[in-house]
């Protein structure tokens, strides 16, 4: 589905819509998740139908969160939450993106902070992790005004366009 390009202003914090993951979604993620810049900056591969989105949004796993970033009707952002399970039950992974033609528009902010939201006064989460390639400077420094520090770089992480790439693990954890 090919939506149009953002307004030339910047949208008002108040018209982006924040709320969960729909299965009928599908077709707007499935066409975010395969815009260039988008996927560039996760593992993600090529041409993602809307159909396995459907089934990925639908086959989540319980108490996982999954947060679109709604425009006028237009999916501009994405990100979820994933609780893990025993011991680590105090931990969560994040996992983000935003449209390549809205970023640097304050969604990415809007959508994280909810996210951290839930995080913290809902599910009483004391460490939040995430992945994110070395070479993804918005999204680093994004995730450091939240709070989130470099644990570690993981090498050759994963193979993007002919080539292996490394990302940083970062994390956020409460006092």
Known sequence: MDQPPPPAEPPSPDSIVIRATRPGDSDQ????SCLPGYRFGTLRLPHQTPEETREWIENRPPGDIGLVAVHEDRIVG????????????HAAGIGM??????CGRGIGTKLLRELLSIADNWLDLRRIELTVYVDNVPAIALYERCGFVIEGTHRAY???????VDAYAMGRVKP
């Open 29 to 32: 993620i499935a066409a975010l």
């Open 78 to 89: 994405n990100g979820g939450l994933s609780r893990f399970q025993g011991r680590r039950a």
């Open 97 to 102: 993106g935003v449209h390549d033609d809205w």
């Open 158 to 164: 994963a193979f993007r366009d002919g080539a292996y």
